[in-house]
Structures are given as structure tokens and as C-alpha cells.
């Protein structure tokens, strides 16, 4: 009599391969991923969950590089100039130049609606920092945009 043994979970299962009840007639293979069955899964499927997940994070790499530059851009580029100011009639801020040595490095606009605030910070490249504040919900959207 033969016994073989492997584990699952942890726990080593024997088997008496020499005992024809042990062995089973029929093995169900899963062709997707499932939280709740046990069954073996194909290759391809979990090579396919792989490859999603790694293209994810490439995203959400992507994602922390326009989160740098949107940093970058709101709050590096103005060291060292001279800021311009411009109030709409109610006294609000609805404009700031950044310049240094006469050019405009960063302009920030500002508009104001019913419960929102939005930014715009536009460098002279062309790259867009958008600020949304719900002024309800207090909930800030923020987008970046490349040149």
C-alpha cells in the first residue's frame, strides 16, 4: 500500500492512492477567479489577474506622477515673484499674476458660485492644477492636466 500526503492549509492531508475510493473521479477546474470557491484555478486566469493587477499599478503610478507635478506646480513655481492681484467688485479675489523679472510664471483664477470654490493655477506652460471646494460637503476635487 502507497499513502502520499500533501498539505492544504497548513494541514497535511494523506490519501491511500492503492484505494480506489480515494481517488477522485472527477476534478473541477474554475476558468475565473472566485472569493469562494475551493476549486484549482487555470494558469491563464491567474496569469490574466496578474496582468490586471500589475497594469493598476502602473495607473496609479502615472496617478502619483501627475500628483507630483500638480504639487509641484502649485506650490514650487512661485518662489521668488512678484504677485499681481486682481478683486472683483464684491472684494473677492479673482485673480493672482505670479511674475518674475516681468513674465508671468503662474496665474491662479478664482471663481465663486453658490457653495463652490474653484482654482485654477495655470503655468505659463500650459500645465492646469484645478481645485474644486464644495463649500456643503467640504469635499475637494483635484485635477492636473499636462501641457
Known amino acids: 500500500m502507497s499513502i502520499k500526503g500533501f498539505s492544504v492549509g497548513g494541514n497535511v492531508e494523506r490519501y491511500d492512492y492503492n484505494a480506489l475510493d480515494n481517488i477522485p473521479s472527477e476534478i473541477t477546474i474554475d476558468t475565473a477567479l472566485s472569493d469562494s470557491?475551493?476549486?484549482p484555478v487555470q494558469n491563464r486566469v491567474?496569469?490574466?489577474?496578474?496582468?490586471?493587477?500589475?497594469?493598476?499599478?502602473?495607473?496609479?503610478?502615472?496617478?502619483v506622477d501627475?500628483?507630483?507635478s500638480a504639487i509641484s506646480l502649485h506650490d514650487d513655481e512661485i518662489d521668488n515673484t512678484v504677485q499681481t492681484i486682481t478683486f472683483g467688485s464684491d472684494g473677492s479675489v479673482q485673480k493672482i499674476e505670479h511674475k518674475r523679472n516681468n513674465?508671468?510664471?503662474r496665474t491662479d483664477t478664482f471663481t465663486f458660485a453658490t457653495n463652490m470654490i474653484t482654482e485654477v493655477t495655470t503655468l505659463n506652460t500650459g500645465e492646469t492644477l484645478t481645485i474644486a471646494t464644495n463649500l456643503t460637503t467640504l469635499e475637494t476635487t483635484v485635477t492636473y492636466a499636462a501641457a
Open 37 to 39: 470557491s475551493t476549486n
Open 46 to 63: 491567474v496569469t490574466s489577474a496578474i496582468n490586471s493587477a500589475n497594469g493598476s499599478i502602473s495607473s496609479i503610478s502615472g496617478d
Open 66 to 68: 501627475d500628483l507630483k
Open 103 to 105: 513674465v508671468i510664471i
